[in-house]
């Protein structure tokens, strides 16, 4: 799949254990800004695109699985972005901006194993500008169709595409473990078994229907200020 000029994108997979990291590379001179949505957020430095803040880069984003532990991917590629001097220049070196999000996979394969920081340099290492998508990198362990209950959950994974007006492109790629379903609105969604209907449970998750993520990024060759880019990632 290919993506915006500029971008890559690097994964590291587990098959077995059912989990993975994503790295989106970015080009020098990017402008972002981002938001946070749901009851459970896992994140790192994601303060840092708030259009306030000093730093005006953003040198990559690691998706992962692993939920909170899976954010030490992050680290491996900020230490390698940091050993080849690419990041925010301070006095003392250039510190790479690097943010990180992470779904929670920890039920679907070995909730022991979890990305780490050298999972995080073998994604960063990997990246290239025909990414895979399916069951890769972040999506490793994702899941949907948990609304009706975890028996009725599928198997979801990592999705990419690109739209081009013109000279306009943008990219989004998407690591989906959302309790809903996937479903493109252009017919009902295919349930596993036939049933489409409601289950008979009034509320078969409990009271609790915060803990599902959906993370992702989007980017775009247009030229945005922080506060544009915020709005992009509100929409």
């Known amino acids: 799949m290919r993506l915006v000029d500029g971008v890559t994108v690097g994964h ?11 790295v989106v590379r970015l ?7 981002g938001e ?4 459970s957020p896992a994140s790192r430095e994601f303060e840092l695109l708030d259009p306030v803040r000093r730093v005006g880069r953003l040198d990559a984003v690691v998706l992962s699985g692993g939920s909170a532990f899976g954010l030490a991917a992050g680290s491996g590629v900020a230490d390698a972005l940091g050993e080849a001097g690419i990041g925010f220049e301070t006095p003392h070196g250039a510190v790479p901006i690097v943010v990180g999000m992470s779904l929670y996979d920890l039920g679907v394969g070995d909730a022991s194993v979890r990305p780490n920081a050298e999972h995080g340099r073998l994604a960063l290492r ?3 500008t025909e990414p895979a998508v399916g069951r ?12 009706r209950g975890p028996d009725h959950a599928i198997d979801a994974g990592l999705g990419i595409a690109t739209m081009t007006d013109g000279e306009l492109a ?7 473990n959302a309790v809903g379903d996937i479903d493109d609105g252009s017919d009902s969604a295919r349930i596993r078994g036939g049933a489409s209907a409601w289950p008979l449970a009034d509320d078969p998750l409990g009271a609790d229907l915060s803990t599902n993520t959906v993370i992702g990024v ?4 247009a030229v945005l200020d922080a506060g544009q880019c915020l709005v992009v990632a509100q929409g």
Do not use: H, L, M, Y
Request: aromatic share 4%; net charge neutral; proline share 2%.
């Open 36 to 39: 946070i949505r749901g009851g």
């Open 12 to 22: 590291w997979t587990d098959s077995e254990a059912r989990t993975g990291c994503t």
């Open 126 to 128: 990997a990246a290239t």
């Open 136 to 147: 890769v990198g972040a999506g490793t362990g994702a899941t949907v169709g948990k609304w």
């Open 170 to 176: 943008v990219s989004g790629v998407v690591a989906v």
């Open 27 to 33: 080009p020098e001179g990017v402008t972002a800004s």
């Open 218 to 221: 989007v980017v775009t060759n």
